[in-house]
T-cell receptor
Framework: QKEVEQNSGPLSVPEGAIASLNCTYSDRGSQSFFWYRQYSGKSPELIMFIYSNGDKEDGRFTAQLNKASQYVSLLIRDSQPSDSATYLCAVSRQLIWGAGTKLIIKP | EAQVTQNPRYLITVTGKKLTVTCSQNMNHEYMSWYRQDPGLGLRQIYYSMNVEVTDKGDVPEGYKVSRKEKRNFPLILESPSPNQTSLYFC??????????FGSGTRLTVV
């Protein structure tokens, strides 16, 4: 059974700080990793994807992948209240989903 | 505007009454997929399609049917809905199968 694990939270972070979201996966052969953001009552939207070990940066967002340790993380710098949402990790092309981490940015 | 359109947004129905949730995309995407989302369980794939007339089961296909007669449409059919199919449903599409665009969702309640 392929699994993707995320801490359900909520993770509370002060405005302006760095929010760190983590995801672990069980299938060592996984090649692609996705982060989606889902606002309450809305549909998921893709914010980042990463295929290679290391860091990938896009604006305030950085995805980090460590295949040896089987984890992928998402860092959000200069957190804003508008970043408050549930962040979903998905692994591989077949999209095996974690249950999501609820992030709350406190002004 | 590029989008995935689902209808209806909200639906309350009774056990056993056949229903169809429509999904249409205007991006000429080959890949389409249906998910259900339940609290604490995350997104679970029901069915997916890689092209016209090509569909396959996801993780939770029981009680659902799909068809892909045209590239843009991928309806989800519940032949005999039961209360355990009460959920939030999402349709999604992708050009490559790597990153998906989601519809707005359909909240289904079966009583």
């Amino acid at each position: 059974q392929k699994e993707v694990e995320q801490n359900s939270g909520p993770l509370s972070v002060p405005e302006g700080a760095i929010a760190s979201l983590n995801c672990t996966y069980s299938d060592r052969g996984s090649q692609s990793f996705f982060w989606y953001r889902q606002y309450s009552g809305k549909s998921p939207e893709l914010i980042m994807f990463i295929y290679s070990n290391g860091d990938k940066e896009d604006g305030r967002f950085t995805a980090q992948l460590n295949k040896a340790s089987q984890y992928v993380s998402l860092l959000i710098r200069d957190s804003q209240p508008s970043d408050s949402a549930t962040y979903l990790c998905a692994v591989s092309r077949q999209l095996i989903w974690g249950a999501g981490t609820k992030l709350i940015i406190k002004p | 505007e590029a989008q995935v359109t689902q209808n209806p947004r909200y639906l309350i129905t009774v056990t056993g009454k056949k229903l169809t949730v429509t999904c249409s995309q205007n991006m000429n995407h080959e890949y389409m997929s249906w998910y259900r989302q339940d609290p604490g369980l995350g997104l679970r794939q029901i069915y997916y399609s890689m092209n016209v007339e090509v569909t396959d089961k996801g993780d939770v296909p029981e009680g659902y049917k799909v068809s892909r007669k045209e590239k843009r449409n991928f309806p989800l059919i519940l032949e005999s809905p039961s209360p355990n199919q009460t959920s939030l449903y999402f349709c999604a599409s992708s050009s490559t199968g790597w990153g998906y665009t989601f519809g707005s969702g359909t909240r289904l309640t079966v009583v």
